[in-house]
Structure formats: structure tokens, C-alpha cells
Nanobody, 122 residues
Framework: QVQLAESGGGLVQPGGSLRLSCVASGSIFSIYAMGWYRQAPGKQRELVAVVTSGGSRNYADSVKGRFTISRDNAKNTVSLEMNSLKPEDTAVYYC????????????????WGQGIQVTVSS
């Protein structure tokens, strides 16, 4: 099995910063893309940022210039540095691993973390 464990969420004031981290564990051979999604109350889950194993990055327009995604392929970790946080960034953030290839199972599939709360409020 593969598990994604998130950490680093919490409460921060507007304009502040937080760093989210996610580690994927299990019988992992490779992961094509790792990223972060978020879901605010009453809204659909949306992509925040994603990075491929080759280093290509994609960001939601709403976070460009404020958030930075980074990844360590060897450690199967992905981090999200969030700066200049706004109240509208408040959401549950989910780590996502796409096209995960395992040693013990053929083919690939995606996995989700349990989610971590980020609240931006004064």
C-alpha cells in the first residue's frame, strides 16, 4: 500500500506564511507528479500546485507568485511554501501523488492524503 502523510497546517494571520509537507511511503518505484489540492467549505476541490518528476511546475492563477512547490524525488516528498496568505486561502489542503508505480503491483494509480487544515484569519 501507499500512504501520503501531510504536515504543517494550522492557523496563520493574513500576510503570514506556512509550509506544508507531504511524504509518500510504501512500496513505491516511481511517482510521476506530486501536488497539492485544496477544498474550501461549499466549494469543489481545486488544484493548487503540481510538480512532475522532471521538475515541471504548474500553479493555480490565484497562488502564482505567492506559493512555491518543491519536490525531492529520492525521498518521495513534496512541499508547498505559502507566503502572503489571504483569508481566501483557507481550506483543507490535500497531497496528491499521480501515476504512482509500485514494486509489487503492475500499472499505476493515484493516491490522496487525508488532508490538512489551513486557516488564514486575524
Amino acid at each position: 500500500q501507499v500512504q501520503l502523510a501531510e504536515s504543517g497546517g494550522g492557523l496563520v494571520q493574513p500576510g503570514g506564511s506556512l509550509r506544508l509537507s507531504c511524504v509518500a511511503s510504501g512500496s513505491i518505484f516511481s511517482i510521476y507528479a506530486m501536488g497539492w489540492y485544496r477544498q474550501a467549505p461549499g466549494k469543489q476541490r481545486e488544484l493548487v500546485a503540481v510538480v512532475t518528476s522532471g521538475g515541471s511546475r504548474n500553479y493555480a492563477d490565484s497562488v502564482k507568485g505567492r506559493f512555491t512547490i518543491s519536490r525531492d524525488n529520492a525521498k518521495n516528498t513534496v512541499s508547498l511554501e505559502m507566503n502572503s496568505l489571504k483569508p481566501e486561502d483557507t481550506a483543507v489542503y490535500y497531497c496528491h501523488a499521480d501515476r504512482v508505480r509500485r514494486f509489487d503491483v503492475s500499472g499505476t494509480r493515484a493516491y490522496w492524503g487525508q488532508g490538512i487544515q489551513v486557516t488564514v484569519s486575524s
